[in-house]
């Protein structure tokens, strides 16, 4: 493991190996660590820090740190008040040493990243709300209410309302099919029941046409009978 240690003011990180008798060292200093990360920059991030878990300083800060608690800032957030304003800290452990890489961020730029946060997730909440809605809509004018016309023609017949028509107009093909094979059903149904109700109407009207024929006979044979008995008896 690195060990942080202090030697003419500077600190240093230092780590000690022996192999087969023989002892090598390394030292190097923990500014030359954040050297690609301050290249590389980050807006929000004001400094990045080593601290060791005495709450030294290990690297240069315009930030005074020192006395910091680093093991709350290893928990959770926490904040820190200097001279240059209100920041919010966190750290992380070190897996090779005793120390830890501290982050921290001024309020006032933490507070801006979260309204700018807040803001993108309401302008996200809207959009989504408004895909929804949309959907919703589309979803009644062109399946809901279809069906509904649907189910209504159909209602229509049950009660006997054979002249009900439904006219497809800007549906989905699946409803202009459905529309056209109810119409076309109607329309056959209508046609049979006119069919049926003439079938019925002629078979009366033979019926009658057959009564009068075996009455007309009878009629005649009475009338005679009834002529010749006058006769008889005048």
Same mark, same amino acid.
């Given at each position: /493991?690195?060990?942080?240690?202090? =030697?003419?003011?500077?600190?240093?990180?230092?780590?000690? /190996?022996?192999?087969? #008798?023989?002892?090598?060292? +390394?030292?190097?200093?923990?500014?030359?660590?954040?050297?690609?990360?301050?290249?590389?920059?980050?807006?929000?991030?004001?400094?990045?820090?080593?601290?060791?878990?005495?709450?030294?300083?290990?690297?240069?800060?315009?930030?005074?740190?020192?006395?910091?608690?680093? =093991?709350?800032?290893?928990?959770?957030?926490?904040?820190?008040?200097? #001279?240059?304003?209100?920041?919010?800290?966190? +750290?992380?452990?070190?897996?090779?040493?005793?120390?830890?890489?501290? =982050?921290?961020?001024?309020?006032?730029?933490? +507070? *801006? +990243?979260?309204?700018?946060?807040?803001?993108?997730?309401?302008?996200?909440?809207?959009?989504?709300? #408004?895909?929804?809605?949309?959907?919703?809509? *589309?979803?009644?004018?062109?399946?809901?209410?279809?069906?509904?016309?649907?189910?209504? #023609?159909?209602?229509?017949?049950?009660?006997?309302?054979?002249?009900?028509?439904?006219?497809?107009?800007?549906?989905?093909?699946?409803?202009?099919?459905?529309?056209?094979?109810?119409?076309?059903?109607?329309?056959?149904?209508?046609?049979?029941?006119?069919?049926?109700?003439?079938?019925?109407?002629?078979?009366?009207?033979?019926?009658?046409?057959?009564?009068?024929?075996?009455?007309?006979?009878?009629?005649?044979?009475?009338?005679?009978?009834?002529?010749?008995?006058?006769?008889?008896?005048?």
């Amino acid at each position: /493991l690195w060990f942080p240690w202090k =030697a003419g003011g500077q600190w240093y990180l230092f780590r000690i /190996l022996e192999e087969r #008798g023989v002892m090598a060292g +390394a030292v190097v200093k923990p500014e030359k660590l954040l050297t690609d990360y301050k290249k590389n920059g980050q807006s929000l991030v004001d400094e990045v820090v080593y601290m060791s878990e005495s709450k030294d300083v290990l690297t240069e800060t315009h930030i005074g740190l020192e006395g910091f608690p680093v =093991a709350q800032a290893l928990l959770e957030y926490d904040y820190f008040e200097s #001279g240059n304003g209100r920041y919010m800290v966190t +750290a992380g452990g070190s897996d090779y040493g005793d120390f830890y890489l501290t =982050a921290m961020v001024h309020y006032g730029q933490a +507070a *801006f +990243a979260m309204g700018y946060f807040q803001l993108l997730l309401t302008v996200m909440t809207v959009i989504c709300v #408004g895909i929804i809605c949309f959907q919703g809509i *589309f979803f009644n004018r062109k399946i809901i209410a279809p069906m509904r016309i649907a189910v209504k #023609g159909m209602e229509q017949v049950q009660n006997g309302d054979l002249t009900v028509h439904i006219e497809a107009v800007r549906v989905f093909n699946e409803f202009h099919i459905v529309y056209k094979t109810f119409n076309a059903m109607v329309d056959e149904i209508r046609c049979l029941k006119i069919n049926v109700y003439e079938e019925k109407l002629l078979r009366k009207q033979t019926t009658l046409q057959y009564l009068s024929l075996q009455m007309n006979p009878h009629f005649f044979v009475n009338s005679i009978n009834v002529v010749s008995r006058l006769v008889e008896s005048g």
